[in-house]
């Protein structure tokens, strides 16, 4: 476990050293098709900026997207309990607690750090589970803030963004820009416009492949890192059962979020599948069926 930790650690620097060469490959090949070398000093900038304010914002952001409430223990007391003694348990610092009314059940963990991660769960969420199971699905959420799997996923999720935002705006110039220089109709010219045009479309397909993988293997740890914090691996595999028996697509979808919770929140399609952040749930109980033996 704890080496998956560490080499998770380690992927998840060469996934954003990956990603912002991304980003400088694309600026430059932009910058060269326009002959404007500021380009790329405007693309580096703005996508430092934008990373450095995701960091700080995006915890409130999700809970905004999702229409999360804000409770304290005398508002639900079992799942606040819930929290707070797994919290002991873990060492982690109380995160703030939200429930998210909707019958569709889910939870998910955002945040930048232990000290400023929240947690939330679905009032279907909550119907649906015994407390044993409960407790296993907040032990997973909060794996996550153990992991540092929250802060990985809001920056990745913000560069991820960024390279969308930045070759959609590289495309539209393309189209409607034209290029400078004298070789605007040379046979460079038109070259340089087919490369441009293949970077703006498979950018941002690459980084999303990036986002789901890193998302898919933190889905596998974070459900075996529930089962070392409760001590009870039928209560996790119970837990994914009935995810995957009630599994249904909340009412307020963002698939900017989707990485975030414990189980896809958008409804299914072959895209939304081809491209979801988590591993198919009977994948998941499959796994820690087979390896129950070893916790």
Known sequence: MYKAVASNKRKTVFIMVGFAALIGVIGWLFAYYFDDMSILIYTSVIAVIYVVVQYFAAGELAVLSTGAKRIEQKDNPRLWNTVENLTITTGLPMPKVYVIDDPAPNAFATGRNPKHAIVAATTGLIDIMDDSELAAVMAHELSHVQNYDIRVSMITFGLVFVVGLISDIFARMIFFGGRRGSDR????????????????????????????????????????????????????????????????????????????????????????NLFSTHPPLEKRIERLQNAKNQF
């Open 185 to 272: 109709d040379s046979g460079g010219g038109a070259i340089g416009l087919v490369i441009g045009l293949v970077v703006a479309v498979l950018a941002p397909i690459c980084a999303a492949l990036a986002q789901m993988a890193v998302s898919r293997q933190r889905e596998y740890l974070a459900d075996s890192s529930a089962i070392l914090i409760t001590r009870y691996p039928e209560s996790m595999i119970g837990a994914l059962q009935k995810l995957e028996k009630y599994q249904k697509p909340m009412r307020q979808q963002n698939a900017a979020t989707e990485a975030l919770f414990i189980n896809s929140p958008l409804r299914r399609g072959f895209w939304n």
